[in-house]
């Protein structure tokens, strides 16, 4: 960021690269921290009209961005009190300056105003990461004279300022507030600054995408010894009173191109770089929701089973908060401020959606659906007392996220405490699937349910495993591309995990290997519940009529020790069986498999 420097003036722009880079290097801190299947004609036709509704939702959400009017900036607005001393503004990623593109430039611009009269201004401090760092760790010095002496140690011999240190070529400082209706007073090229702001900075780094941090400070520079001081010294210091409950307000964009160029880029403008194209991520994964969506409801609705009722509230789930974060980027990409609670309620929805989801894995892996019906109470308690504590943790993670971690660091949720034992409690509860998997598998001798149970371990490992290996290589990835590399790899493992799920319990498939419900028997599971299905109630029937076989032991003739063991069955009951029998013949091929589903409840 040159002084005075016009984002058109290609050569100061490289020198202050190149004196950016020499900076850098002798204090080097490194960035880096670190299927789905289709239904058939027929059954689109049947749902053709809702279909038709949520495809128009999805074309409509994709026009949004399009149609957006020239925006303003990632916008901060607020207010700072003297007393409060410091305060740390906001993180943005600039991109990788353009020399061939007049306005391809990051900006910074704004307005910082008071009602109150200061004696001597605060300080807008604007710096890259490399310079950053050490300005910060000196803001919690137990003395403020002796903070703001450490703070400006090392800006006061690179920053400019006309009066102490004019051959500088940092433009890092603002003296603040700036007069009402006027330039701030370090503004010595107002050709630079944007119209209706009294400040400008323009970010003209060629050499790579950088992390950029704003803040407020009390401290003043003596501008007759060229020193640093801080406001609450100011009595001290001088005759003049320093008041440390002033006021300062401030308004402030950032850019990542010329605002008068902001309709060229709706969709990246407003973003900091490590943010660009998430609007059109999520835009995309919306879209495969909408389509995918009114086909499970369809399928849930010829389904009368738990298991499809729960996927489908995952779903649903999954669904409504990618809405929700896709509304508030759409509208952060109008306004820069966007909707931070929908964002939050967008994201407590997907935790929930990825726990539900692991717990249906854990049920089918249990068996139930496949080769039984119920879960013991003791199997549900167990499941109960681990799942629902581990959902609780992973909001805590969340919320400790967002409270908690230092926006100033370079570390993502999965590199914190709390981060590290969601992955080992993910980890955990892989294993336990396997587990009961294995037990499940053991017992089983259908076939067709022994390789859905193979697939089913296969893709749900992958599922479960990608990420804690995705969090560990991210550590090796630059915080500019983390976050992006995160959610585009997380919602694309979710986005085909739901699919497939989709396709495994499709009515048309799911009779193959699971016990669910089509529409011609719907309500059988239900029967078989509580004992009351056609052939369970025909079977008990039939038993409580049958007379008790007739057993006689008596001796062999001549008077021998020898014995007859003689067991006469009644006619009756021989004539009932080969009735059945003939019966079962005539049963159509649907019927029977209805039989074979349930047989477990007859065994």
């Not at 994201?347 to 989801?357: E, G, H, W």
């Not at 893709?459 to 991210?474: D, K």
């Not at 049958?546 to 063991?565: A, E, F, K, Q």
């Not at 059945?580 to 065994?603: G, P, Q, R, Y």
Request: hydrophobic share 40%; aromatic share 10%.
């Amino acid at each position: 960021m040159h002084k005075g420097a016009p984002p058109w003036q290609v050569g100061d722009a490289n020198e202050a690269s190149e004196l950016d880079e020499q900076v850098a290097r002798d204090r080097s801190i490194p960035d880096a921290e670190v299927s789905v299947t289709a239904p058939k004609q027929q059954l689109i036709r049947s749902r053709g009209t809702f279909d038709r509704r949520m495809l128009l939702l999805g074309l409509i959400l994709a026009l949004i961005p399009l149609l957006l009017p020239s925006s303003n900036a990632t916008h901060i607005s607020g207010q700072f009190q003297t007393e409060d001393f410091f305060q740390f503004l906001i993180k943005f990623g600039f991109n990788k300056a353009d020399p061939t593109r007049r306005n391809a430039y990051g900006y910074i611009y704004g307005n910082l105003t008071s009602p109150d009269e200061y004696a001597v201004p605060l300080t807008l401090v604007v710096l890259d990461r490399s310079t950053f760092l050490e300005f910060y760790g000196n803001r919690t010095h137990w003395s403020r004279e002796a903070a703001c002496t450490g703070m400006f140690s090392r800006l006061k011999r690179i920053a400019y300022d006309s009066t102490c240190n004019p051959r500088a070529k940092r433009d890092f400082l603002r003296h603040v507030p700036c007069p009402k209706n006027q330039l701030c007073s370090d503004e010595d090229a107002p050709e630079n600054v944007v119209p209706g702001s009294q400040f400008t900075y323009v970010i003209n780094l060629e050499a790579e995408p950088r992390f950029w941090y704003l803040s407020l400070v009390a401290c003043y520079q003596n501008q007759s010894t060229c020193q640093w001081h801080a406001h609450q010294s100011l009595p001290k210091l001088s005759k003049l009173k320093s008041n440390l409950l002033n006021t300062l307000h401030y308004d402030i964009h950032l850019v990542n191109l010329h605002p008068n160029n902001s309709a060229a880029h709706p969709l990246t403008y407003e973003y900091s770089y490590d943010q660009q194209n998430l609007l059109e991520m999520y835009l995309v994964f919306l879209l495969v929701y909408i389509v995918l969506l009114p086909m499970q409801i369809y399928a849930v609705r010829r389904q009368k089973h738990p298991v499809t009722k729960l996927f489908t509230l995952s779903l649903l789930s999954e669904f409504v908060s990618l809405a929700l974060i896709t509304a508030h980027l759409i509208h952060y990409a109008a306004n820069g401020v966007g909707e931070p609670r929908l964002q939050a309620a967008g994201d407590v929805l997907d935790i929930l959606s990825r726990t539900t989801f692991m717990l249906i894995l854990l049920l089918l892996a249990k068996g139930w659906a496949v080769t039984r019906q119920q879960i013991s109470r003791t199997g549900w308690i167990i499941l109960m007392s681990i799942w629902v504590p581990y959902c609780a943790f992973h909001v805590f993670l969340y919320i400790w996220d967002r409270t908690e971690v230092d926006v100033v660091s370079d570390i993502d949720e999965y590199q914190t405490w709390p981060g590290w034992i969601v992955l080992i409690l993910r980890t955990s509860f892989m294993m336990w699937f396997l587990y009961e998997l294995r037990n499940t598998m053991k017992y089983e001798h259908s076939t067709k349910k022994l390789d859905f149970l193979l697939h089913l371990g296969a893709s749900s490992l992958v599922w479960f495993i990608y990420l804690p290996i995705v969090a560990i290589v991210a550590l090796q990835v630059s915080p500019m591309w983390r976050y992006k590399l995160l959610q585009g790899i997380t919602n694309s493992a979710d986005c085909m995990a739901y699919c497939v799920m989709t396709g495994l319990l499709w009515p048309h498939r799911a009779g193959q290997y699971l016990l669910l419900a089509g529409t011609k028997y719907a309500g059988m599971d239900e029967l078989d519940e509580f004992n009351e299905a056609p052939h369970i109630v025909r079977e008990r029937e039939r038993r409580r009529n049958s007379p008790p076989d007739d057993i006689s032991i008596g001796m062999g003739s001549g008077g021998g020790r020898g014995m007859v063991l003689s067991t006469s069955i009644p006619h009756s009951l021989n004539g009932d069986a080969c009735n059945d029998l003939l019966e079962a013949e005539d049963l159509d091929a649907e019927l029977l498999t209805d039989l074979n589903k349930n047989s477990h409840i007859v065994a």
